[in-house]
Antibody, heavy 121, light 105 residues
Framework: QVQLQQSGPGLVKPSQTLSLTCAIS??????????WNWIRQSPSRGLEWLGR?????????DYATSVKGRISINPDTANNQFSLHLNSVTPEDTAVYYC???????????WGQGTLVTVSS | DIQMTQSPSTLSASVGDRVTITCRAS??????LAWYQQKPGKAPKVLIY???GLESGVPSRFSGSGSGTEFTLTISSLQPDDFATYYC????????FGQGTKLEI
């Protein structure tokens, strides 16, 4: 049974970097079939896919147009986890952030517990 | 980017009713569509994958259909536990979610 456990601060100041980590149990971040995603949810933007990382003989990452240039998603094979870094945040980045496990051709079957991140001074 | 449009935004129904939610994609996504149920304070839970596949453990009163750009989620006989918000998601090209349908009594 795959489980995802999120960690990271719930409050970030404007212009700083939002960083969250998703620890994986029951699967490997280097799996050749899984894709590891970050999603966020806010009343104004709904559910928004932010990006993903996955391994298929090499590492790949893809990002949403809305956050490209501000985002990086990084695998950590030593600790079997992956992280989200979103820089230059504004109050519009306030949301509940989720990590998820899916596939290139499969739905998101596992979700982290969610982390409410508030951007405020 | 592929846009997903759900209708209706809100749906009022009663226990035992049959309800249908529609999702329209801005371009052909074949059958790369999932449906999720979300309850307050919880992460979404997948109900349907690949447009019509029933996720393990999901009651058979939930069904999905469609292909291309038009999709539906049907609940054949509403139960009290089904009152929640439902989202469609395309995963043909990266991922996009619909804006949600709140199913209320």
């Amino acid at each position: 049974q795959v489980q995802l456990q999120q960690s990271g601060p719930g409050l970030v100041k404007p212009s700083q970097t939002l960083s969250l980590t998703c620890a994986i149990s029951g699967d490997s971040v280097s799996s050749n079939s899984a894709v590891w995603n970050w999603i966020r949810q806010s009343p104004s933007r709904g559910l928004e896919w932010l990006g993903r990382t996955y391994y298929r003989t090499r590492w790949y990452d893809d990002y949403a147009t809305s956050v490209k240039g501000r985002i990086s998603i990084n695998p950590d094979t030593a600790n079997n986890q992956f992280s989200l870094h979103l820089n230059s945040v504004t109050p519009e980045d306030t949301a509940v952030y989720y990590c998820t496990r899916g596939g290139i051709t499969s739905a998101y079957t596992e979700w982290g517990q969610g982390t409410l991140v508030t951007v405020s001074s | 980017d592929i846009q997903m449009t759900q209708s209706p935004s809100t749906l009022s129904a009663s226990v035992g009713d049959r309800v249908t939610i529609t999702c329209r994609a801005s371009q052909n996504i074949f059958t790369w569509l999932a449906w999720y149920q979300q309850k307050p304070g919880k992460a979404p839970k997948v109900l349907i994958y690949k447009a019509s596949g029933l996720e393990s453990g999901v009651p058979s009163r939930f069904s999905g259909s469609g292909s291309g750009t038009e999709f539906t989620l049907t609940i054949s006989s509403l139960q009290p536990d089904d009152f929640a918000t439902y989202y469609c998601q395309q995963y043909n090209s990266y991922s996009t979610f619909g804006q949600g349908t709140k199913l209320e009594i």
